[in-house]
Nanobody, 120 residues
Framework: QVQLVESGGDLVQPGGSLRLSCAVS????????MRWYRQAPGKERELVAT???????HYADFVKGRFTISRDNAKNTVYLQMSALKPEDTAVYYC??????????????WGKGTLVTVSS
């Protein structure tokens, strides 16, 4: 059993910063790519950022230069540092990971999300 638990969501003013965390626990053999998605009210879920097992990162255009994804492999945790937040960043942020639970068997796992609200 593998679990992803997000934390760090909060109410923040426009222009502010926030750091989200996603802790992976359970029967983990290896963690490959990790991603942050978000879903705003009435909209589809969209990919925000990806980090590979080797540390390569990719960002959606709408967060480039403002958000940074990172990972701490020793802690099985991935982070999303968000700065210069805008009201349109308001969404539930979800963590997703490609996780091996045996040497050659993997699944894509999701967390339950954490709410980020950007408002004055």
């Amino acid at each position: 059993q593998v679990q992803l638990v997000e934390s760090g969501g909060d109410l923040v003013q426009p222009g502010g910063s926030l750091r989200l965390s996603c802790a992976v626990s359970g029967s983990i053999f290896r963690i490959n790519a990790m991603r942050w998605y978000r879903q705003a009210p009435g909209k589809e879920r969209e990919l925000v950022a990806t980090i590979t097992s080797g540390g390569n990162t990719h960002y959606a255009d709408f967060v480039k230069g403002r958000f940074t994804i990172s990972r701490d492999n020793a802690k099985n945790t991935v982070y999303l540092q968000m700065s210069a937040l805008k009201p349109e960043d308001t969404a539930v942020y979800y963590c997703n990971g490609d996780i091996y639970y045996t040497i050659n068997t993997w699944m894509s796992y999701w967390g339950k999300g954490t709410l980020v609200t950007v408002s004055s």
